[in-house]
């Protein structure tokens, strides 16, 4: 099973940015579909970006797209969540969370689509 390690979270004024790191431990890194997603309190988690296992699939929430940016590096065994034009609502905790997809290319929306999941990082933006 492969673990999953976020990092990058922070405290950032509005309009700034962060970059998100998400290390995973699995040596078939190139298998998974990768996803962020976020939760605020007392709300639910939801979703924020995903990537194939290749890279070559990208979808964003409606909510985030222009500002975020969501890569990967196989080699590295990371995937990242590049966060810009940060605003007050944009504060949450973010998780990455994996999926095995083998040789499929599809990315995932869903958070039950997933079956391994980070701690998460907190992400705090001051308005």
């Known amino acids: 099973q492969v673990q999953l390690v976020e990092s990058g979270g922070g405290l950032v004024q509005a309009g700034g940015s962060l970059r998100l790191s998400c290390a995973a431990s699995?040596?078939?890194?190139?298998?998974?579909?990768m996803g962020w997603f976020r939760q605020a309190p007392g709300k639910e988690r939801e979703f924020v970006a995903a990537?194939?296992?290749?890279?070559?699939?990208?979808v964003y929430a409606d909510s985030v797209k222009g500002r975020f940016t969501i890569s990967r590096d196989n080699a590295e065994n990371t995937v990242y969540l590049e966060l810009n034009g940060l605003k007050f609502e944009d504060t949450a905790v973010y998780f990455c969370?994996?999926?095995?997809?083998?040789?499929?290319?599809?990315?995932?929306?869903?958070?039950?689509?997933?079956?391994?999941w980070g701690r998460g990082t907190q992400v705090t933006v001051s308005s």
């Open positions: 969370a994996a999926k095995n997809t083998g040789l499929g290319a599809a990315v995932f929306r869903s958070t039950s689509a997933y079956t391994n």
């Open positions: 699995e040596r078939t890194f190139s298998s998974y579909a």
């Open positions: 990537i194939s296992r290749s890279g070559g699939q990208i």
